[in-house]
C-alpha cells in the first residue's frame, strides 16, 4: 500500500530526513515512534503531498507521488498535530466545509458526517460551535474531517497530544476498528504505550533515520537488550558486593543501589532476592525494568523517548 525508499529532506543546514525507507501493507497500523524533532512530522508532511521531497520514492497504492499527486491525495486523510477550524461555526457546519473540498457529493457527504459524528462520538454535541468543544472534542472533529471521503490511508500525526482520557481512549478504539475495517494507518507518536497498542509495527525514528523497525516481538528478539532487577539497599559493604559477585556476574553497582541485569527478570528476580537475603542485604526497593519501547529506545539511542 504505501512504499517509501530512501526518502530525503533537509531545511537549510538541517537534515531533518537522512534516507528513511519502510513498506506498509494494507490493513496494517505502522508506528513511526520517535522525540520531538526526530523528523515524524517530517514524514508525515511530505506523505500528504505537503512537503516537497529532496531525494527517494515515495509511492501509496502503486501511485508515485511526484508524478500522480492528486490520486495519491485522494486516497489519504490527514490528522494533522495543528487543530484548524471555524469555531464560530458548529462541528457539522465544519464538516459540511472540509468534505466539500473532497468534492464528496452532497447527499453522500451529509450520510458520512452523521456516521463520522457516531463513530467519534459527537453525535449529540453536532451543532454546537466548535469553540464550545473540549480540547479532546477538537481532536475528534479532526479525525472526522479526515474520514469524510472514505480514504484508503490515515496518517495520524500525534493525535492524542494533550487531551483528556476519555477521548484518548475513544481515539484509540476508532483507530482499531478502522484497522480492522482494512484501512492502513501511520500513527505518529512519542507516547510508548500508544505504539505498543494500537500498531502492527514499529519504525523508530531518531535524528531522521530509522534505527530499527518491525514488529514489538521482532525488536525485542533481534536486539539483545538485557533486562534488569534494580534493586535499593540500605547499605551494600564490600564484602556483600564480593558476595554477590560470586553467585551474579553480570551486575552493575551504584553506590547503595545494584542493577542485576538478566534476559529474563521474571524467571531470575527470585533467585536474586534469595541471593541478596543470603548476603545478608537489606532491601528497601526493588524496579523490574523489563523489555518494552522505552527501555528498547533508550538503549538504541542513549536517551529518553521524550528528551527535548
Not at 499527486?69 to 464560530?88: A, D, R
Request: aromatic content about 6%; glycine content about 8%; overall charge negative.
Amino acid at each position: 500500500m504505501i512504499n517509501v525508499s530512501n526518502l530525503r529532506k533537509s531545511f537549510h543546514t538541517v537534515e531533518a530526513l537522512r534516507g528513511i525507507s519502510f513498506n506498509i501493507q494494507q490493513g496494517e497500523c505502522y508506528g513511526l515512534l520517535g522525540p520531538n524533532g526526530a523528523g515524524k512530522t517530517t514524514t508525515i508532511s511530505i506523505l500528504s503531498g505537503i512537503l516537497p521531497t529532496d531525494g527517494g520514492e515515495l509511492r501509496i497504492n502503486g501511485h508515485d507521488l511526484k508524478k500522480d499527486p492528486l490520486t495519491c491525495k485522494s486516497q489519504i486523510g490527514v490528522v494533522p498535530q495543528e487543530i484548524g477550524f471555524y469555531h464560530e461555526l458548529s462541528a457539522f457546519d465544519n464538516l459540511l466545509f472540509w468534505g466539500s473540498l473532497y468534492q464528496v457529493p452532497k447527499r453522500q457527504l451529509m450520510r458520512r458526517i452523521d456516521a463520522m459524528m457516531d463513530l467519534l462520538g459527537l453525535a449529540e454535541r453536532k451543532n454546537d460551535k466548535v469553540k464550545a468543544y473540549s480540547g479532546g472534542m477538537k481532536r475528534r472533529v479532526n479525525i472526522a474531517s479526515a474520514l469524510l471521503h472514505n480514504p484508503q490511508v490515515l496518517l495520524m500525526d500525534e493525535p492524542t497530544v494533550g487531551i483528556d482520557p476519555q477521548s484518548r481512549n475513544l481515539i484509540f478504539e476508532v483507530v482499531e476498528r478502522l484497522r480492522d475495517d482494512g484501512m492502513t494507518v501511520i500513527y505518529t507518536t512519542h507516547y510508548l504505550e500508544e505504539a505498543e497498542r494500537l500498531c502492527d509495527r514499529i519504525g523508530i525514528i531518531d535524528n531522521g533515520e530509522i534505527i530499527t523497525q518491525g514488529t514489538l516481538a521482532a525488536l525485542k528478539a533481534s536486539h539483545s537488550v538485557e533486562e534488569s532487577v534494580v534493586i535499593s539497599f540500605a547499605h551494600v559493604s564490600d564484602e556483600q558486593e564480593s558476595a554477590i559477585t560470586r553467585e551474579w556476574k553480570n551486575f552493575q553497582r551504584i553506590d547503595d543501589c545494584i542493577h542485576f541485569h538478566s534476559m529474563d527478570i521474571q524467571s531470575d528476580l527470585a533467585a536474586i532476592i534469595l541471593m541478596c537475603n543470603r548476603a545478608g542485604m537489606h532491601i528497601e526497593h526493588i524496579d523490574m525494568r523489563k523489555m518494552n519501547l522505552e527501555f528498547l529506545f533508550l538503549n538504541l539511542t542513549g536517551k529518553q523517548l521524550r528528551d527535548p
